[in-house]
């Protein structure tokens, strides 16, 4: 079975560049989550989705980050105009949908803002 | 106050030691609680869930106490292969999962 996936695997742009990531869950899982992560840090949720509702995006910036998960599966995450503390790994996971399921995550984005 | 705490750490200690790791977690409306494993630039893996009567899973031994509202992790035995940072999840029974920022063992011959 195919994992989470996500590209690109390295992004680097300079400051007030847009910049997007894709990811594509395992199949069959309804619950997407973004997450950003910094170095020495746990994952911190930016949004979560079940199917296509985003049921809690209270942590997400919204005045420069977007997302979107359309029919309920792939979903793109989006920056714009990227700052240099976005600099980090982004990282996308989905589960089947309950609260007690694993979450399986893809490799991740590693963002670098110069 | 972060919601998921845990020690940084880093543990260091040598093979074959038994290591124990806590979390804390402050939303009572906690409901399901997992460790997982994060090796050095990879990304986060399910190492086990967290029973409320404690679980185990060869060397690895998980409980919760939800009157104090903290998980353990144990490791007995441990490997060379064990380093890497264990993080402690909570969820909500609404399906909000919150991340501790993990704690760094590394296991020496």
């Known amino acids: 079975e195919a994992g989470v996936v996500q590209s690109p695997r390295y992004k680097i742009i300079e400051k007030k560049q847009p910049v997007a990531f894709w990811c594509n869950p395992i199949s069959g899982h309804n619950t997407l989550y973004w997450y950003l992560q910094n170095l020495g840090q746990g994952p911190e949720l930016l949004i979560r989705y079940e199917n296509e509702e985003a049921v809690d995006d209270s942590q997400l910036p919204k005045d420069r980050f977007s997302a979107e998960r359309l029919k309920g599966v792939d979903s793109t995450l989006k920056i714009q105009p990227a700052e240099l503390g976005d600099s980090a790994v982004y990282l996308c996971?989905?589960?089947?949908?309950?609260?007690?399921?694993?979450?399986?995550f893809g490799p991740g984005t590693r963002l670098t803002v110069l | 106050r972060k919601e998921v705490e845990q020690d940084p750490g880093p543990f260091n200690v040598p093979e074959g030691a038994t290591v124990a790791f806590n979390c804390t977690y402050s939303n009572s409306a906690s409901q399901s609680f997992f460790w997982y494993r994060q090796d050095c630039r990879k990304e986060p893996k399910l190492l086990m869930s967290?029973?409320?009567s404690g679980n185990e899973d060869g060397r690895f031994t998980a409980q919760l106490n939800r009157a104090s509202q903290y998980i353990s992790l144990l490791i007995r035995d441990s490997k060379l292969s064990d380093s890497a940072t264990y993080l402690c999840?909570?969820?909500?029974?609404?399906?909000?999962?919150?991340f501790g920022d993990g704690t760094t063992l590394t296991v020496k011959p």
């Open positions: 996971a989905s589960s089947p949908g309950e609260v007690r399921d694993e979450q399986f």
């Open positions: 967290v029973y409320s």
């Open positions: 999840v909570v969820n909500t029974n609404a399906g909000k999962s919150t």
